[in-house]
T-cell receptor
Framework: DTGVSQNPRHKITKRGQNVTFRCDPI?????LYWYRQTLGQGPEFLTYFQNEAQLEKSRLLSDRFSAERPKGSFSTLEIQRTEQGDSAMYLCASSPTARANTEAFFGQGTRLTVV | QKEVEQNSGPLSVPEGAIASLNCTYSDRGSQSFFWYRQYSGKSPELIMF????GDKEDGRFTAQLNKASQYVSLLIRDSQPSDSATYLC????????????FGKGTLLTVNP
């Protein structure tokens, strides 16, 4: 399977715990994005990487959230001290070479439930 | 605040009919427009993109773009029960060629 891969698919955690999600983009894609989607809403942009550089972070991304893409390949999204409001689907997407108007392809998502 | 608005659903059509999904956007500088299909509990799947005014056809799907009216639509001809899903409109705003702003989606149900 050469699509965007996310792990884990589901995560249930207790409030206050830390969680980390992983995303493996399509291999030739140098752009990687994280989005968050809650029930009944469209995905909301969180952050964007071009290769290993994190070029934009949304104001939605509080200090408890951190994302990395250390070697310009896979990426991780960590949430520290989780809150119930963090419960959502976390979606990773990637798109090909740095040109305008590129289409983004999404992974299967990680559904986080904070109890 | 850059916004993307989609016609409120749910939309219900009989099998074989044409389903029409509409989207308006607020950022006049927007450059590119995407339609994603999302089945319940699954991630969005890209089905169409359009960059220029006019129509773009791909099989049973036609995307229509009118930048002057800030309007983009998706027509699904010969609708099938398997088309039942939420359809998300997404827009790259003019200042960013990578970040997508999504609408809330329109739930389409195709009745056999």
């Amino acid at each position: 399977d050469t699509g965007v891969s996310q792990n884990p698919r589901h995560k249930i955690t207790k409030r206050g715990q830390n969680v980390t999600f992983r995303c493996d983009p399509i291999s030739e894609h140098n752009r990687l994005y994280w989005y968050r989607q809650t029930l009944g809403q469209g995905p909301e942009f969180l952050t964007y990487f071009q290769n290993e550089a994190q070029l934009e972070k949304s104001r939605l991304l509080s200090d408890r959230f951190s994302a990395e893409r250390p070697k310009g390949s896979f990426s991780t999204l960590e949430i520290q001290r989780t809150e119930q409001g963090d419960s959502a689907m976390y979606l990773c997407a990637s798109s090909p070479t740095a040109r305008a108007n590129t289409e983004a392809f999404f992974g299967q998502g990680t559904r986080l439930t904070v109890v | 605040q850059k916004e993307v608005e989609q016609n409120s659903g749910p939309l219900s059509v009989p099998e074989g009919a044409i389903a029409s999904l509409n989207c308006t956007y607020s950022d006049r500088g927007s450059q590119s427009f995407f339609w994603y299909r999302q089945y319940s509990g699954k991630s969005p799947e890209l089905i169409m993109f359009i960059y220029s005014n006019g129509d773009k056809e791909d099989g049973r799907f036609t995307a229509q773009l009118n930048k002057a009216s800030q309007y983009v639509s998706l027509l699904i001809r010969d609708s099938q029960p398997s088309d039942s899903a939420t359809y998300l409109c997404a827009v790259n705003s003019g200042g960013s060629n990578y970040k997508l702003t999504f609408g809330k989606g329109t739930l389409l149900t195709v009745n056999p």
